[in-house]
């Protein structure tokens, strides 16, 4: 009825707090009369104005049922002093906040240029994104292999897509950064690509299903920083399937041309 729980009452027993008014010899329930109960509701209301347990014992042991003006001046005095140091935190904690997620955002995004580059590639509508390691491992890399290209060091591939997102019958190209062209097939053809001096470059952490969150975030970044689209956006693949088991630990790069507003 107070709302206390029994290891409560068999503290506050003990402390001399609020003693039963009877004790059952053969089950050991406590029982208290309505007074007590007002005793119970009264230790409960100085506990939320922060009054000790020791300084209700000490005020009831007085004779007294509320504390008296200048205990009750302390109280508000100390209340104003933690108030000023919580703020204080509260200030300090949002800043601190503030600070990691600019640092976060940071690291997560950043504006590179892209330089131009000699590209191997491959268009084609696939299923799924489940779909791309397929068709990395058993068309484009033979045709690759076959047709003797040579990748450039640091090795440099990445996805455009060409329809907006949608998880099935994604129209994709593949492209993957070469030293020189090399004669075409009907699998793979060979192209220059341009510079681009100014690219938003946002990391992507885990499966190819979720491109979709991160171009959605990247694009809100790109609205609230003033970016305009300038070109066709990349998913460049970092860690994949080829040296990292765990899809939730693959790491991807959206590249996003930009123009300054």
Same mark, same amino acid.
């Given at each position: 009825?107070c709302q206390?729980t029994?290891k409560?009452?068999?503290h506050y027993?003990k ?11 053969w089950?050991?329930?406590r ?8 005793? $119970?509701?009264n230790?409960?209301?100085l506990?939320?104005m922060?009054f000790?347990l020791?300084?209700i014992?000490?005020?009831?042991a007085?004779?007294?049922i509320?504390?008296?003006?200048e $205990?009750?001046d ?8 933690e108030l000023d140091?919580?703020?204080r935190?509260?200030?300090?904690? $949002?800043?601190?906040?503030q600070w990691?997620?600019k640092?976060s955002m940071?690291d997560?995004f ?5 330089p ?5 590639y491959?268009r084609?509508?696939?299923?799924t994104?489940?779909d791309?390691?397929?068709l990395?491992?058993?068309?484009i890399g033979p ?7 040579k ?9 455009v897509?060409?329809?907006e997102?949608?998880?099935?019958n ?8 070469v030293?020189?062209?090399?004669p075409?097939s009907d699998?793979l053809?060979f192209k ?8 938003l470059?946002?990391k992507?952490?885990?499966r190819?299903d979720?491109?979709?969150?991160s171009f959605?975030e ?5 609205e609230?920083?003033?970016?305009k ?9 970092v860690?994949g399937a080829?040296?990292q088991?765990?899809?939730d630990?693959?790491l ?5 041309p930009?123009?300054?507003?």
């Amino acid at each position: 009825m107070c709302q206390v729980t029994v290891k409560t009452l068999r503290h506050y027993e003990k402390i001399g707090l609020l003693v039963p008014n009877e004790v059952d010899a053969w089950t050991g329930y406590r029982y208290y009369d309505v007074s007590q109960m007002q005793t $119970l509701l009264n230790i409960r209301r100085l506990k939320m104005m922060g009054f000790s347990l020791d300084e209700i014992l000490d005020l009831f042991a007085a004779g007294y049922i509320n504390p008296s003006q200048e $205990l009750i001046d302390e109280k508000i005095a100390a209340c104003r002093t933690e108030l000023d140091m919580l703020q204080r935190r509260l200030h300090d904690l $949002l800043a601190m906040r503030q600070w990691i997620d600019k640092i976060s955002m940071m690291d997560r995004f950043e504006i590179q240029s892209l330089p131009e580059i000699i590209v191997a590639y491959h268009r084609e509508v696939i299923p799924t994104y489940d779909d791309l390691g397929r068709l990395c491992y058993e068309k484009i890399g033979p045709e690759m292999m076959r047709l003797g290209c040579k990748c450039a060091q640091p090795g440099y591939c990445f996805t455009v897509e060409y329809n907006e997102y949608r998880p099935t019958n994604i129209d994709i190209e593949y492209c993957e950064q070469v030293e020189e062209m090399m004669p075409e097939s009907d699998i793979l053809k060979f192209k220059v690509l341009p510079a681009i001096p100014k690219a938003l470059c946002m990391k992507h952490i885990g499966r190819y299903d979720k491109f979709y969150e991160s171009f959605v975030e990247a694009f809100q970044y790109m609205e609230q920083h003033g970016y305009k689209l300038a070109g066709q956006p990349r998913t460049s693949y970092v860690d994949g399937a080829w040296n990292q088991e765990d899809p939730d630990k693959w790491l991807s790069v959206i590249q996003i041309p930009v123009l300054s507003s």
